[in-house]
Structure formats: C-alpha cells, structure tokens
C-alpha cells in the first residue's frame, strides 16, 4: 500500500517535471565529470580555484563555422588559456547526430584549425549539455574559481552565420573575462544565446 | 612525394572551400522569390512586397522569434530616397520541435510581406528599381544552412492596380497573418509559471488547442507545455515562465484551434500584466484545504461514516495497537483515494480538458452514480443489509470491523463520499490548485485529504480522546440508523442534480435505479443471483441518461389554429398527449423527437399542434371524441393544401410518420 502511494507521488511529479532548469548566473555551476577526447576523466571540480570558459560546439554547424574559419574562436581560446583560464570544449551531439565524433577525430579537428582549448569532452549522451540547459552551438558559460556561474549565453552580439560579423560584433565574452579581470562586476551575464540547435 | 601533393591539394580544396563561405551562400534548401502585389506604384500610396519561401520537405524557415535555436529571416532593402519599408509581416508561426528544444517557423510555403511606402512626389512614368538582400537560416532535422539571395525588379510609377498573377499569393499570405485579437488578454507571472488570461465568454465558440508565440525572448520556455483551463468566462493558457521578463506588455501571437474548424486562427495579443487571480500562497491554500477537508467531516455525506467508525472504536475495547492500525490505515485510504481523483482530473486536464472542481459534478453519470453509492450506504446504515460472504473483509467496515482492510475500505469510502460535498475554505483551495503545476495541486488535494482523515486519526492514536466518547448502548443501533438518513437526503440532492442536467427523466431514471438497488438487496439476502442481477441491472440502467432530445417545435392545440392554417393551405401535424401516458411519451422519443422526423417537418413547413390532456381539458376531450376516440394518444395529420384528415396508428416508428407526412408511405 505505501509503495502505491509513494508511486502515485512520483508519478505526479513528472506530470510537469519542467522542461529543465536553466542554471542560474550566481548560483553554484552544475558538477560534471566526463570523458576528454584523449580518454581522460575531465570534472568540474579538478579547476576548482581557476576561471573556466564552457564552449558548445558543433564542429559543422554554420554558427560555429563562423567563429572558426575567420580564427575568432581559436584567437579568444589563446589569448583566454595564456592567462591561465580553462577553456573547456564541449560536444553534446548524440551518436549519428550533426557533429558527433570520436576522440581522435576531434583530436585531428583540433589540430587542423588550430584551436586551443584545454581539453575537449565528449558529452554524447547529453547529460552535460542538458544540465547546463545547453540549447545552441555556440552557447557559452563562464565559471569562477568558487564554481559560480557568472555569466551564460551568447558569444557575441550579432546573431548570424556571416565569418564577417566578428570583427563588428561585440564579444560577451571577452568583455566578461576583461570586467572579472579587473574585480568588476560582469554587466551583461545573461545573454540570448545563437546557433544551430544542441543535436541531443 | 605524395605527402606534398596531398598537402597542395588538401589547401587547394580548404582555399576555395574558403572562397565559397564568403557572403554569398546561395539557395539550395529554399525556393526564395520576391513579388510585387501591384504591377506599378502610386504615389504616396504604400504597397505590399511578398517574400515567398518555399523550404524543401522536411526543412523549414524562422519566425520573428526562432525560438531556442536558429534564425530569422532579415531583408536589406535598396530603395531610392524617400522610400520607407516597413517591418516583416510574418504569418502565423507553428512549432517545430527538435528533442528537448522548440522552434517556431514554417516547414511549408509562406509569404512575408513587407509594406513599402513611396513619396507623394513621384513622377508619372518613373521607373523605381527595387533591390532586396535576403539572409535566413533553413534547418532540417539534422543540419542548419544559412542562405541568401538578391532580388532586383523595377516597378512603373502609374495607377498602382493590383498585378493580377500575385491575386492569389497575395490573398493566401494576408490570410496567413495573425489578425488582431478581439478580446482583452492580460497575464500573470508567479511561482515559476506564467499563464495568459482571455476574457472569452463561455459561450464562445469552444477552443480545443492554444499555443502562444511570444515576440521577445524570456518570457516563456519555448519547449514547456502549455496548459488550457477554464475559469468562469476566462480562458487561461498557462506554461512554465522564462528567465527575463520584463515587465510591461508581452506580446506575442496566440494560435487558437475551435472546434469543428480544421485550421488555427493566429492572434496578435498585447498583454498587460494582469490582478493575480488567486492572491493566494501555496502555504495558506494549504492552510484552507487543511481546514476544508476538517470541516467536510461535518457534512452530512462524511459525518454518519467518521462517527460510526469513531464509535466502533469505542466499542471494541482497548486495544492499543489495533486502534492505531485503524486510524493509519483509514488515513492511508483516505489519502489514496485524493490522491486516485487528484491523478485523473491533472491527467484530464494535461490532456487539455477545462476543468475546476466540481467537474466530476458536471457529468451526469458520475453524480448519478455517487447518489446510488450514497443511497447504498443509507440502506446499509438502515440496517436492510449488511455485507456478507465474500465481501466480509470489505464489509462490516462500519461498525464491526477493525482489522487493516476495512479501516482502508472506510477511508475510501468517506473520500468518495466526500466527493459531492464541498466545505467553506476547499472552493477557495481548490481553484488555486487547478492554476497550478502537477505537484503543487496535488500537495493540495493530499492535504484536503490529510485534513479530512484527522479527527478519526486522532480518536485512534490518542486514547484519552477516545475516553470522551460516550459509552456504548443500545442507543448506538438507533443511532446507526438516523445517520441513514443525511445520506438519503443528500442522495436526493444528487437526484435533483441530475434532473438539472438530464431533465425529469434523469431524474426518475436514477431513483429508478435507486429502486432496483433496495430491490436487489432485499432479495440478495435469500438469492444472492437474483440480487447480483438486478444490482448490474441498476448500474446497467444509468447507460440511459442521455442528453434530452429537443421537441419539436409546436404552439398549443385549439380548434381555431387547425382551421387557420388549412385555409392557409398549410400541412398541419396534430397529436395529443398526456404526462403518465407512456405509449405517448414512448412515440414522441421514438418518433416526433427522430432527428429524421425532424428533418422532414421543417422541409415541408408542417405546422405542429400539441394538446397536452394531462390535465382535464374539455376541448381535447371532444376533439378525441370527434375523431371517435376517448384517450390518447392521438395523432392527425392534415396534408398541405387541403384534402383529408390522415389519422396515424398508435404505435409510431419514423419511417411511418415520414411516410405520411412525405405522402408517399401508407
């Protein structure tokens, strides 16, 4: 009988279980730990003490394309990880979806465009992307050394897939680290995020 | 060697892969083309530019907000000075969901139009090139790709008469647009969730499906479902809240779909922030259904149950443990039960059914049914039967038994008992709950429940308040019985519900039932099949309340009306009747009220006279002996344009009475 009733309360409970939570800025940032693409175990928790820069990415959406081929991304990975902060890449693509690779391959992608990220995590089942409420690529989020989450969302202001537009665009994220540099507070945290949709 | 040639290759390919991402993406997923809907312009006089966009199957085009993910379409206009083009007009987005996330756009051939405004000062004969720059995203399941195109067409300045080859574009496509909504709309964001408020009287046409696009981002979770309710003359659609909202108007389109229209109808809605309707917090809902459900142990359908069972306790004695047993597990089959009734109205209700409390109360069937379970009860208190056999574990509960299965079986009972009643504070708790999340509406209705399980669980646990109950008797048989009657009385209440809603007949079919049932358990006794039979017989019989047919349409019988419409030359359809003559009643639901029957006599604009002798009337008593008749029923039918009385048999089927009115039966 009391099982029956603890059922029926669970089965309540996921009649509106919502969507799912976007974490918010200046609470703590969800653990994760998962595997990088050279087979090691990547957590959250092993950067406690430094800053760390979430990237989405899709290596063949469009959106993503446009940072890289005009070397925006790789040039804001450099000049990110020269300062000592994490830069995590992230591939939350599911297997056989747009994206999805194996460790080596995204080893080789690495290599051919010259990106920087200190490590890239395999995410195929869609349990990182779907904590961080991950819905484009790109989609960014910046974590201080406490592991608060300070900032979430676009990576610049100009919505679009022209490799053109970086150099008029203002990049959230650069302002962010520039303001959490310089003790200030980050004015824009939240922001609209762009790009092909996370393939789950 | 190879190793070079594979590296100039390798950079050949990535150069002119290069080149090919410059601006220029092409159209490869989009059939794009841009019309005019005039064949010149006037001047001064704005004029319609339609971007026709057909994706290719399976891919789709963005709305003006993409949702989670994607892009919508921008235009670059090159016009000469003085041109002012306006913004896009987009047709009424649908949802496009992809796994967790949701777009809004289009996966088959839209327009967008824009309105484009020239000078007054043009002069005739000017030819205006217009040039347009297109970019948006198309998407398919898997990919995304950005594309563009270039328009240039030159229009004549002269009368600005529609181009006839875009008549038909340009109509479906302001078909398309949202039209502005003709009903105040305001919202409310609290708790997380965020719900839109219609004022849509009742009677309006019914919407089965709603959906709102909103235009700024952070208003709402684009993948949440949105809930459709109903509150008085107020349409509520309410889903989860998003992140960023400003406060302010939201505006946004609404996409309704009505019964019995195949096609959604977009609105554009501008929604002020609205009164919160329930001013109420989780807690102090809590606090009243907590109240509500104490006092619903006062009503007379809750009160025979919980002081019979308190008094069985008294009675048995002393035993600790069993007494404690008792009261958990009544409140274990109270709390069940709440929560059995809170799973089917929020699983209706996720289904999009409207409903508050007391929706149980508005289908006919289930008031009729708790009036015969309420009536069994009363019988039972009566004394005329107890429960035996098979049933002695789930019987006896009332007064004899005191192990776990009939203490849950009584808890059951008082919550379904309970069901029909409502106390002061449960409206109040209850309205607020069905505005709520799943979880939120059911910690209400376990709570009402918990509320109405206390007193009993406490003359359980706690012996001293046991010792305040008076001793037992004699007196307690007498009791019994009395407590049978508030639950008669409150069958009766049901009855009369029924009657609201199905007419006296529905009425009289459920004390019909109630009958059989007093039947079968006086029978039961000595034949339990027999009494099997005729119980199934009574629920059996509930089948029959169905909506009360409408009557056809008549004036009352007079001698002078017969007279006035033959000589008119109208056909005239004459019958008498009577309340408690069942062969009357028997033909009018069988034949006059057929749908057929109906049918026939408005198509042949037949005049119907009804002469109602339940009472005496003298006039219908002549005229039934005139036609050499002493009773009812009676029916004449003088066909059109003169010519004899036909007098129909007393038994009628449709197609007889078809047949003599279309003239063509016997």
Same mark, same amino acid.
């Given at each position: 009988m009391k099982h029956i009733l603890s059922l029926s309360i669970v089965v309540l409970f996921t009649l509106?279980?919502?969507?799912w939570a976007s974490p918010e800025v200046g609470a703590a940032a969800p653990a994760f730990s998962a595997m990088d693409s050279h087979g090691n175990i990547v957590s959250?928790?092993?950067?406690? !003490?430094k800053t760390v820069v979430l990237e989405w990415t899709n290596h063949q959406c469009p959106f993503v394309r446009k940072h890289y081929d005009s070397d925006n991304m790789q040039s804001l990975q450099k000049d990110t990880t020269g300062k000592g902060i994490v830069w995590l890449s992230i591939i939350s693509s599911a297997? !056989? /979806?747009? !994206?999805h690779v194996s460790g080596e391959e995204a080893n080789s992608i690495v290599e051919k465009r010259g990106s920087a990220p200190s490590a890239v995590i395999l995410d195929g089942q869609g349990d990182i992307g779907r904590a961080y409420a991950? /819905?484009?690529?790109p989609h960014m989020y910046i974590i201080n050394g406490e592991g608060t989450l300070l900032y979430k969302g676009a990576i610049d202001d100009t919505p679009s897939?022209?490799?053109?537009?970086v150099k008029i665009a203002k990049n959230y994220v650069r302002v962010a680290l520039a303001s959490l540099a310089a003790g200030e507070?980050?004015?824009?945290?939240s922001t609209r995020p762009y790009g092909c949709s996370v393939k789950y | 060697m190879i190793r070079l040639w594979t590296g100039i290759l390798l950079a050949l390919i990535m150069f002119w892969a290069g080149a090919a991402r410059a601006q220029d993406f092409g159209a490869t997923h989009t059939k794009v083309t841009l019309q005019a809907e005039g064949i010149s312009i006037a001047p001064g006089k704005p004029f319609l530019m339609a971007l026709h966009m057909v994706p290719e199957a399976g891919w789709h085009t963005y709305w003006?907000?993409?949702?989670?993910s994607g892009l919508s379409t921008h235009i670059e206009w090159t016009l000469p000075d003085g041109f002012k083009a306006g913004e896009i007009r987009y047709p009424t987005p649908h949802k496009v969901p992809f796994g967790p996330l949701m777009n809004y756009g289009y996966g088959t051939a839209n327009s967008l139009l824009v309105e484009i405004t020239p000078p007054a000062d043009l002069a005739q004969g000017t030819v205006i090139p217009i040039g347009a720059t297109v970019n948006w995203l198309v998407c398919d399941d898997e990919i995304c790709v950005p594309e563009d195109a270039r328009f240039s067409l030159e229009l004549a300045v002269a009368? &600005?008469?529609?181009n006839g080859d875009y008549t038909i574009l340009f109509a479906d496509a302001k078909e398309a647009l949202p039209i502005a909504a003709p009903w105040p709309v305001s919202y409310v964001r609290e708790g997380g969730r965020f719900t839109l408020s219609l004022d849509l009287p009742a009677g309006a046409a019914l919407v089965k499906e709603a959906w709102f696009y909103p235009?700024?981002?952070?208003?709402?979770?684009?993948a949440a479902k949105q809930t459709l309710s109903r509150e008085g003359d107020r349409l509520l659609l309410s889903m989860d809240a998003g992140e960023n909202l400003q406060g302010g108007l939201v505006t946004g389109v609404l996409s309704l779909k009505v019964d019995g229209s195949p096609h959604e109808q977009g609105f554009l809605i501008s929604a002020g922030k609205g009164? $919160?309707?329930?001013?109420?917090?989780f807690l102090l809902a809590l606090g009243f259904a907590f109240l509500g459900g104490l006092i619903l142990n006062l009503m007379p359908c809750v009160f025979p149950v919980l002081s019979l069972k308190a008094l069985s306790l008294a009675k048995s004695g002393g035993d600790e443990r069993h007494a404690r047993q008792s009261g958990i597990y009544y409140t274990l089959g109270v709390l069940l039960s709440f929560g059995a009734i809170a799973a089917v109205l929020l699983g209706l209700r996720a289904a999009g059914a409207e409903l508050g409390w007391g929706y149980q109360l508005q289908t006919p069937w289930v008031v009729a049914l708790l009036a015969l379970v309420i009536f069994t009860v009363g019988l039972n208190l009566m004394g005329l039967f107890e429960f035996g056999g098979r049933f002695v574990g789930i019987g006896?509960? *009332?007064?004899?038994g005191q192990g776990r299965l009939p203490a849950l079986a009584t808890g059951v009972l008082a919550a379904v008992v309970a069901t029909p009643c409502t106390a002061p504070f449960m409206a109040t708790a209850l309205g607020y709950a069905f505005t709520q999340s799943a979880p939120v509406a059911a910690m209400i209705f376990l709570t009402l429940g918990f509320g109405l399980a206390l007193p009993f669980l406490l003359i359980a646990m706690v012996p001293s308040l046991r010792g305040w109950l008076p001793r037992p008797g004699a007196w307690m048989e007498s009791f019994r019985q009395f407590l049978a009657f508030p639950m008669f009385f409150t069958a009766l209440w049901l009855i009369w519900v029924v009657g609201i809603q199905r007419g006296l007949n529905g009425a009289v079919l459920v004390m019909g039932a109630c009958g059989l049932i007093a039947f079968a358990v006086w029978a039961g006794r000595k034949w339990r099949i027999v009494g099997a039979g005729l119980l199934l017989m009574a629920f059996y019989s *509930?089948?029959? *309340?169905?909506e009360p047919q409408a009557a056809p349409e008549y004036e009352d019988f007079s001698v002078e009306k017969v007279a006035e419409f033959r000589a008119k030359g109208d056909g005239v359809f004459v019958y008498f009747t009577a309340s408690w003559c069942i062969t009357c009643k028997v033909n009018e639901h069988i034949a006059l009220e057929n749908d057929r029957v109906q049918a026939v006599f408005q198509d042949q604009d037949i005049r119907i006279l009804r002469g109602d002798w339940t009472n005496r009337d003298g006039r219908i008593t002549r005229e039934l002996a005139r036609h050499g008749?002493? &009773? $009812?029923?009676l029916y004449i039918f003088y066909p059109k344009g003169g010519g004899d009385a036909m007098i129909l048999p007393q038994i009628l089927t449709p197609d007889i009475v078809i047949g003599i009115l279309t003239g063509e039966g016997k």
């Open positions: 509106n279980i919502p969507v959250l928790g092993d950067y406690a !003490g297997p !056989g /979806k747009q !994206g991950a /819905k484009t690529t897939a022209r490799p053109a537009d507070d980050i004015a824009e945290n | 003006q907000n993409p949702g989670d009368s &600005g008469a529609a235009h700024a981002d952070g208003v709402i979770l684009y009164v $919160v309707v329930q001013d109420m917090g006896d509960h *009332l007064t004899h *509930l089948t029959y *309340l169905e008749r002493s &009773g $009812v029923p």
